[in-house]
């Protein structure tokens, strides 16, 4: 079964007719997918999930796919809900949970967007895929795309990390490193796609990848038995995952499986790059481009989310906040979290870690509330960044091993 019923902007509310491909609206707002959740309602429950697949696809009645053969899985979804005893000891927090979407394919939540915004493709019949990307996105669209037989044409900074970069070779895609930010490949891909016949997937300019991501917020509520935490802390780039999970949680109080209760929503940026962070503290409605942006934390390196407006939104009304931390700190965050908890987790899970100690030790946070940490990614794929807190000794065995890998 399936629901979907029209596309809506959100910002203009003019609806777009389903079964046709779609980028933003012709006022610059990102669209929205609607559902008959009435529908879904009447014919279907929770207690369905019992039977469903192990994957994210076990909420296919509120995903825009109509015809299963349609969807495009690498087994992405339903990742573990993790209980951290040691760091919450450490940092003051009771009841701690890492949600590890660095089990998914590819190694990072990027997953799940690019499973649902492949398997649109396959069924609106769009055969060649353009994406601009911090790193992961571009890596899992390889892989879906190579798994649906689709062209893929990636642009991305070349100073990406490794992994991103031999993953999307390996996948056979067509990958073009670009001296800029995401930004920057961005401005490529809308200039070429016309000519080249390519459909733009970036962040938000397509509709599809923030219903994959919105599944965190369903699996969310259904490994906490229908029960949301007090505090969600998600690590802030284009913001697709907090929109989508904050969407999901509207679809949820419709179809009547949870209450009107919202978590406070955290968004953590990066000290380098935190165009989100001085909107929230300025009080405006947008963000503004954030200039000559850095950080180590790649997926956070976004000087101008599209979505800024509907991330604020969900950060205000749920009264949550918007916080940065330093590359320092994220990284000392992520090492001491794998010496603690056995977790190594992507610098942008990192950067959580390092904000909710922040937010502990402010009084902003008690330590009795029940917080999920988002951890997006796994910590493998950053080598690099890591490689700085280790650096090899020469000499001994370890110093044979180092002639044949050139230190940077
Ligand atoms: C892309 C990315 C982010 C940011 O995600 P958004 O939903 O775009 O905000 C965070 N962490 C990792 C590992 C990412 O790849
Ligand atoms: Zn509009």
């Not at 669209?141 to 991103?164: C, K, T």
């Amino acid at each position: 079964m399936n629901t979907l019923s029209h596309l809506e902007c959100s910002r203009c509310l003019k609806r777009f007719d389903k079964g046709l491909p779609h980028n933003l609206c012709e006022c610059g707002g990102p669209l929205l997918v609607r559902y008959d959740l009435g529908k879904a309602r009447d014919n279907w429950n929770r207690d369905w999930l019992q039977r469903a697949p192990s994957t994210m696809w076990r909420y296919a009645p509120v995903l825009p796919v109509s015809r299963p053969e349609n969807i495009v899985s690498l087994g992405e979804g339903f990742t573990p809900l993790l209980r951290s005893r040691r760091t919450a000891a450490r940092i003051g927090a009771r009841d701690l949970w890492i949600k590890d979407e660095g089990m998914n394919p590819t190694g990072s939540f990027k997953a799940r967007g690019l499973s649902c915004a492949v398997s649109m493709a396959v069924e609106l019949g769009i055969k060649k895929l353009a994406i601009p990307s911090a790193g992961n996105a571009a890596s899992a669209m390889a892989a879906y795309a190579a798994s649906a037989g689709l062209e893929a044409h990636i642009f991305m900074p070349r100073d990406v990390p490794q992994s991103n970069y031999i993953e999307c070779k390996a996948y056979g895609a067509h990958v073009t490193l670009v001296d800029g930010l995401i930004s920057d490949c961005a401005k490529i891909v809308a200039e070429r796609k016309d000519g080249e016949g390519w459909f733009d997937v970036s962040t938000l300019k397509e509709p599809y990848r923030i219903e994959g991501k919105k599944t965190m917020g369903y699996e969310l509520a259904e490994q906490f038995q229908w029960a949301l935490p007090d505090v969600i802390f998600y690590p802030t780039g284009g913001g697709v995952g907090l929109i989508g999970m904050w969407k999901a949680f509207q679809e949820m109080e419709t179809l009547g499986w949870i209450s009107s209760k919202r978590p406070r929503m955290i968004a953590v940026q990066a000290e380098g790059c935190q165009p989100v962070v001085r909107a929230f503290n300025e009080k405006t409605e947008r963000s503004e481009f954030w200039q000559e942006a850095q950080t180590l934390a790649s997926g956070l390196r976004v000087p101008k989310p599209l979505g800024d407006f509907l991330i604020l939104e969900a950060v205000r009304f749920s009264e949550g906040c918007a916080i940065a931390v330093s590359d320092e700190e994220l990284l000392n965050a992520g090492v001491q979290l794998a010496t603690d908890d056995g977790l190594f987790v992507a610098p942008e899970g990192a950067a959580c870690v390092a904000a909710l100690e922040k937010l502990l030790a402010s009084g902003f946070l008690k330590p009795e509330e029940k917080i999920v940490i988002y951890n997006t990614g796994c910590g493998l794929k950053y080598l690099e960044a890591y490689s700085t807190r280790f650096p090899r000794q020469s000499g001994g065995e370890e110093g044979k091993l180092g002639g044949l890998i050139t230190p940077r």
